[in-house]
C-alpha cells in the first residue's frame, strides 16, 4: 500500500513537473523575443524595450462609438479593440476622451465569446483588484477617471495576438441654444501644458513628470507621436437620431457624414469614412422645424420607489438689447499649441469682437504664452482708431511657448471693472492645460463682480474647463472648431452679451425636491433652464419659474405631471452625475472632505468618478506571473496642431517608428475586427495528456489495493 502510495506521489510530481515545463517552453516558443531595427521588414510603431537596442511593437486600437439620442439624452456605447501584435503577454493603457458631462454607468471586457461585467468600487481598492489579477495572470480592465473630460482604460494580460474589447456606457444629454441642438464627441486629448516644479511621484505612462501644481501629470498627457505621423488608430461612429419632431437641417461641422432618412425625426447618421483618424472632436448640430421648437420638455424616470425628472424650459424672449455701457478684457492664448489653424481662427474671432465694439465700450487685449503683454496698459475707448490699431496688433501675434494662463488671467479679473461699466472677461483659448483646479479657483477668488465668457478653439478644446470657467464666472461659452464657424459663433456669443441677463433665478415646486443644481446660473439669450429633480413620491406640481431682467421680475407657470413626461431610464443616472458635479465643484474649491458623499452616491448609481473606478477580472489564469510589458497606447496630434510649435510642452513620447524603405511605417493593420485569439490547444493538450498519466496511475492503485 505505501509503495502504491509513494508511486503515485512519486508519479504526479514528475507529470505535473513536466506540464509545467513544456507549458513554459510553449509559452517561451510563442513569444517573440523584443525586436531591432535592422529586423523590421513590416510597418509597424515601436517604443524601446529595457535591453538597449530592442523596442516593442504597440498595441493596436481600433474604437467603434455608437449614439443614440432620444429627445434630449444621449445614450452612448463606445468599444475600445486592444491587439496584442507584440510576441508577448502585454499590459495596454490607454488615455481618452469623453464628454465632460457624460455619466460612464458600465464597464465590460469582451473576450471572444466572453463577457465580464465590471464591478464599481472605491478607486484604490479597484486599483488593488486589477493589480492583484494582473500579477495573478488574469485578464483584467480597469478604468479610471483623471478629470471629467479625461480617463484611463488599463488592460492586462493581453496574450500575442489577442484582441481584448474594453466597452463603456454612458449617458448625456444635448447642449441647446439657440434654437439648435448639438452633440459633441472627443477623440483625442490634446497635450496639456504641465506647469510647476517636478516631484518624485511618477503615477501614470504619460510624457509628463508629476509638479507640484498638476500632481497627477503623467496620468493625463499620453504618448505623442511627431507632427505628420499617425498611430494606426481608427475610431468608427454612428448616431440613432430620434427626436420625435420634425427636423430641419442637419450637419457636422467636423466631418464628412452619411445621413439616412427613416421617416420624420427620425435619421441614422454615419462618419463618412470609416477608417477615420481620432484627432478631433465630433459635433453634430440639428434643429427643429420652425414652429415646433419645444418651449419645455419633461423627462422622468423611477428608480427605486422613487422619481426622478429632468425639466427644460425656454424662458421669455426679451429682443431689445442691452445698452449699458460694457467694459471688454480679451485675454487671447497665443502658446505653441493654439499655433496653426487654432491662432487663426482665434485671431478672426478677436477681430469680429474689436469691429462690433461701440464707442461708449471700452476694451483691452492680454495675449500670453509663456508670459503675458496688454495692447493698452489700462482699458481704452473703442474709438474707430484704437479699434484698427487693436486689429493690426490681433494680427501681428504669432503662437509659440507654454499656456500660462494663470498670471494673464488674473490681471485681466484685476484690470476689469475700475471704471463702473459692466465689466467682461473673454477667454480665447483651446484650455490645453492640466492645472484645471488651480485656475478655477482663482477665478472664483478674483473675478469679483465680472463676467467671464469662454471661446474654446480648435479641433480638440478643453471642454471641461471652458464649462466649469463659465459657470463659475457667471458667463458663457462658445466652440469655434474651424474658420467657418467664426461668423455665426461670435455673432451668437455678441448678441448673448448684450441682450439682457436673466438673473436671480428659482424653480418652486410644491412638494420636497432635491434639485440639482440647487443654485441654477444666470440664464444668457437663448439658453433655456435645465435643471434635474428627485421626488419621494409621484405627484403632479406646479411649478414657478421666476427670475429678474433689467426689464423687471418675471415668472413663468408650468405644471410638473410626472405621469404624463417622457419616460428615459437613464434620468437617475444624469441627476446623479449632476448632483456629483455640483459635489466637485464644493472638491475643487477646498471642501475636500465632501470625496466620502461622492464614493456614495457613485457607488449608489454605479457611476466612474475622480473617486471610483470601474474593474473586471476574468476568472482564469492566461499567463505566467511576472511576464507582461506595459504599453502606453500613443494618441495622434489633434488636427492643425503645429508638433513643433508645443515649445514648453516635455515632450518625450519615447516612441520612434521603424521603417525599411525610409517611408512612416504605421502598426501592421488598419481593419477593425472581431476578436480572433490564438487557442490554447497545445496546453489543453499537455493538461489532457498529464491527467491521463494520474488517472492511469491510479486506476493501479483502484485495481491492486492491497499491494
Known amino acids: ?164 474589447i474594453v466597452r463603456l456606457k454612458y449617458v448625456d444629454y444635448l447642449d441647446y441654444r439657440r434654437g439648435v441642438f448639438s452633440l459633441r464627441y472627443p477623440m483625442v486629448v490634446g497635450p496639456r501644458y504641465i506647469p510647476g516644479n517636478e516631484i518624485k511621484s511618477y503615477s501614470g505612462s504619460g510624457w509628463s513628470n508629476d509638479t507640484d501644481q498638476v500632481p497627477d501629470a503623467s496620468r493625463i498627457t499620453p504618448p505623442l507621436l511627431p507632427g505628420g505621423q499617425r498611430t494606426g488608430n481608427t475610431i468608427a461612429l454612428e448616431v440613432d437620431l430620434e427626436t420625435g419632431l420634425e427636423l430641419d437641417e442637419i450637419s457636422s461641422v467636423s466631418h464628412e457624414i452619411t445621413i439616412v432618412d427613416r421617416g420624420p425625426g427620425s435619421r441614422l447618421i454615419k462618419l463618412k469614412n470609416l477608417n477615420t483618424i481620432p484627432n ?103 474709438t474707430e482708431m484704437n479699434k484698427k490699431n487693436a486689429v493690426k496688433y490681433v494680427s501681428r501675434l504669432e503662437a509659440g511657448g507654454g499656456t500660462y494662463a494663470l498670471p494673464a488671467l488674473i490681471h485681466g479679473m484685476r484690470q476689469a471693472g475700475e471704471i463702473g461699466a459692466v465689466s467682461m472677461i473673454f477667454f480665447i483659448t483651446d484650455g490645453a492645460v492640466g492645472n484645471e483646479n488651480q485656475l478655477l479657483r482663482n477665478i472664483k477668488a478674483n473675478l469679483g463682480d465680472s463676467r467671464l465668457f469662454c471661446i474654446g478653439i480648435g479641433s480638440a478644446p478643453n471642454a471641461f474647463l471652458l464649462r466649469k470657467a463659465a459657470q463659475i464666472g457667471r458667463g458663457t461659452f462658445t466652440f469655434i472648431s474651424n474658420s467657418k464657424e467664426i461668423q455665426d459663433k461670435m455673432d451668437g456669443l455678441l448678441q448673448q452679451v448684450n441682450m439682457p441677463v436673466l438673473t436671480d433665478i428659482q424653480l418652486n415646486l410644491s412638494g420636497e425636491v432635491d434639485l440639482q443644481p440647487e443654485l441654477i446660473n444666470d440664464l444668457f439669450h437663448g439658453e433655456p433652464l435645465l435643471v434635474f429633480g428627485k421626488l419621494d413620491s409621484l405627484t403632479k406640481q406646479d411649478v414657478s419659474f421666476t427670475g429678474r431682467s433689467t426689464a423687471g421680475k418675471f415668472e413663468e407657470k408650468l405644471a410638473l405631471e410626472l405621469d404624463k413626461g417622457k419616460s428615459d431610464p437613464a434620468i437617475p443616472t444624469l441627476w446623479a452625475r449632476k448632483k456629483i458635479s455640483v459635489l466637485m465643484d464644493e472638491y475643487r474649491l477646498g471642501n475636500v472632505l465632501i470625496w466620502k458623499d461622492i464614493v456614495d452616491l457613485a457607488l449608489e448609481h454605479n457611476l466612474v468618478t475622480k473617486f471610483t473606478s470601474f474593474v473586471a477580472v476574468e476568472n482564469r489564469i492566461t499567463n505566467m506571473p511576472q511576464d507582461l510589458v506595459s504599453l502606453a497606447v500613443p494618441t495622434d496630434l489633434p488636427a492643425g496642431w503645429q508638433y513643433d510649435k508645443l515649445l514648453g510642452q516635455p515632450n518625450k513620447p519615447n516612441i520612434r517608428t521603424a521603417s525599411s524603405n525610409g517611408k512612416v511605417l504605421r502598426l501592421a493593420s488598419n481593419t477593425v475586427s472581431l476578436p480572433q485569439t490564438g487557442t490554447s490547444y497545445p496546453l489543453v493538450f499537455l493538461f489532457g495528456m498529464t491527467l491521463l498519466v494520474i488517472g492511469f496511475v491510479s486506476s493501479l492503485f483502484i485495481k491492486n489495493p492491497g499491494r
Open 280 to 382: 478631433r472632436d465630433f459635433v453634430l448640430q440639428y434643429s427643429i422645424k420652425q414652429g415646433t421648437e419645444p418651449k419645455a420638455a419633461l423627462f422622468t424616470a423611477k428608480k427605486n420607489n422613487e422619481d426622478y425628472f429632468m425639466l427644460m424650459a425656454l424662458p421669455p424672449v426679451e429682443l431689445q438689447e442691452d445698452h449699458l455701457p460694457k467694459e471688454m478684457i480679451f485675454v487671447i492664448d497665443v502658446s505653441g499649441s493654439m499655433s496653426g489653424e487654432s491662432i487663426r481662427q482665434a485671431q478672426l474671432g478677436l477681430i469680429k469682437a474689436i469691429n462690433s465694439l461701440g464707442e461708449r465700450n471700452l476694451f483691452n487685449i492680454i495675449p500670453f504664452n509663456d508670459t503675458y503683454s496688454t495692447f493698452y496698459q489700462y482699458p481704452v475707448l473703442a
Open 1 to 164: 500500500m505505501n509503495q502504491m502510495l509513494t508511486l503515485l506521489y512519486n508519479t504526479i510530481r514528475l507529470t505535473t513537473t513536466i506540464l509545467i515545463t513544456l507549458t513554459i517552453s510553449f509559452a517561451d516558443e510563442q513569444k517573440a523575443p523584443p525586436i531591432k531595427l535592422g529586423d523590421v521588414n513590416e510597418a509597424m510603431l515601436l517604443v524601446k524595450g529595457d535591453e538597449e537596442g530592442f523596442y516593442h511593437q504597440l498595441p493596436k486600437l481600433d474604437t467603434k462609438v455608437r449614439i443614440r439620442i432620444d429627445g434630449m439624452v444621449a445614450s452612448a456605447t463606445v468599444d475600445q479593440a486592444f491587439t496584442n501584435n507584440n510576441g508577448k503577454p502585454i499590459e495596454a493603457i490607454y488615455v481618452f476622451p469623453l464628454p465632460d458631462q457624460a455619466a460612464v454607468y458600465e464597464m465590460q471586457m469582451l473576450i471572444n465569446d466572453r463577457l465580464i461585467t465590471s464591478k464599481v468600487q472605491e478607486r484604490t481598492q479597484a486599483k488593488k483588484t486589477y493589480e492583484k489579477a494582473k500579477k495573478a495572470g488574469k485578464r483584467a480592465s480597469l478604468t479610471e477617471q483623471e478629470r471629467p473630460n479625461i480617463f484611463t482604460n488599463s488592460v492586462a494580460n493581453i496574450m500575442p495576438n489577442d484582441t481584448i
